[in-house]
């Protein structure tokens, strides 16, 4: 089964909502996570009328913050969640929300995030989203995805800090220009995907829409990756191979300390030395 994942900043709904609401009818996600959403007065009940114009329901998301997840009836939702991120003086307060549903046996927790436009702030946020997307990973043994409005490009030290602990969909299986950024004559791509190994990503990119409608919609571009996931109990077999290639290489004195430590699911650290997978443990 394929799952499809969106990520999409709807700028507090202050643009043409019906136009919003045909861009996500279109995505067809069955999670779509979402930037900028509703978040001052009746933000539920906004935040319940984005997600009903798209046949989905509010999984997950604070108010502050502005992140939310939203699922739709192809998923079964076991937890959702939302985290204040670190409050640095004078900027907008940054939240994670997370989501972790189940499909086809598969476990998946997905997360929000709408980092800062300040480098300092949006790279400690980065770490710490990721920290909090693999703890709730791990409290239910499922696959973590992250996806939102990173605010820099590909080539910039946040964007490659995600990227050396989860997969950039796009670049993997690239589906039109990839660029989210500003809908009316698109860039930049600062919109993204990213998933963990355990996913394949059949395709990554933008959606055939109006074009009037994207450019009404938001000033940003969604971007939708289809991951295939792996069948149930494969993670078991990926565990069982793992082990016995540790035993054996163990048995011919050719296994270093660090290939003890990877584990089919986690977000790893290829940064380390030697370039040898570490697992990211959760802050605090």
Known sequence: MVL?????????????VAALG???????ADVLCVQEAPRFLC??????????SGGLTVAAGRRAGGVAVLVGPGVRLLSGEGHLLKCFFGLERRAIAIAVVETDGQRVAVGSIHLDLDETARLHHAREAVALLQ??????????????????????????????????????SPRGDGFTFPARGPHKRIDAIFAVAGFSVVSCGGID????????????????AELSHPHPGIGDRLEQVHQETVERAA?????????????????VDFTAVGRSPRRITPAG
């Open 4 to 16: 499809r994942v969106a990520s999409y900043n709807v700028r507090s709904m202050r643009d043409d």
């Open 22 to 28: 045909r861009v996500i009818t279109g995505l067809r």
């Open 43 to 52: 933000w539920r009940r906004k935040r319940g009328r984005l997600a009903a």
């Open 135 to 172: 703890a709730a990973a791990d409290r239910f043994d499922a696959l973590p995805v992250l996806a939102g409005d990173i605010n820099e490009q590909s080539d910039q030290p946040t964007w490659q800090h995600l990227a050396e602990r989860l997969t950039d969909c796009y670049p993997v």
């Open 209 to 224: 829409a109006d074009p009037a409608d994207l450019v009404a919609a938001t000033d940003h571009l969604p971007v939708v």
């Open 251 to 267: 048995r011919t004195g050719r296994l270093g300390r660090a290939g003890r430590s990877w584990r089919p699911g986690k977000i």
